[in-house]
Nanobody, 116 residues
């Protein structure tokens, strides 16, 4: 059974930091590109960051460059998103996604709220 379970979402003040985790099971994690997406109320889901299967290459949305860092640990079947200098516009449900060729899996999401 394929599972992607996100955790680490919370309420944080502007300028604060959070680290999201996504634990994978039921598929060959190390063969998949992993991504973080987010969806704010009333908006479309958008790509935040992605990382190749080996972790060598990463990609970020312009809005998070220099503030967010994606990483993965293939030994632990996990992908992470370190989020620094958070802004109210970062408020959203954050999802992790696994993709390999025609196979795509999504997690259930974790809520991040940035507010004073």
């Amino acid at each position: 059974q394929v599972q992607l379970v996100e955790s680490g979402g919370d309420l944080v003040q502007p300028g604060g930091s959070l680290r999201l985790s996504c634990a994978a099971s039921g598929f060959t994690f190390s063969s998949y590109v992993m991504s973080w997406y987010r969806q704010a109320p009333g908006k479309e889901r958008e790509l935040v960051a992605s990382i190749t299967s080996t972790g060598i290459s990463t990609n970020y949305a312009d809005s998070v460059k220099g503030r967010f860092t994606i990483s993965r640990d293939n030994a632990k079947n996990s992908v992470y998103l370190q989020m620094n200098n958070l802004k109210p516009d970062d408020t959203a449900v954050y999802y992790c996604k696994a993709i390999r060729n025609y196979l795509t899996y999504w997690g259930q999401g974790t809520q991040v709220t940035v507010s004073s």
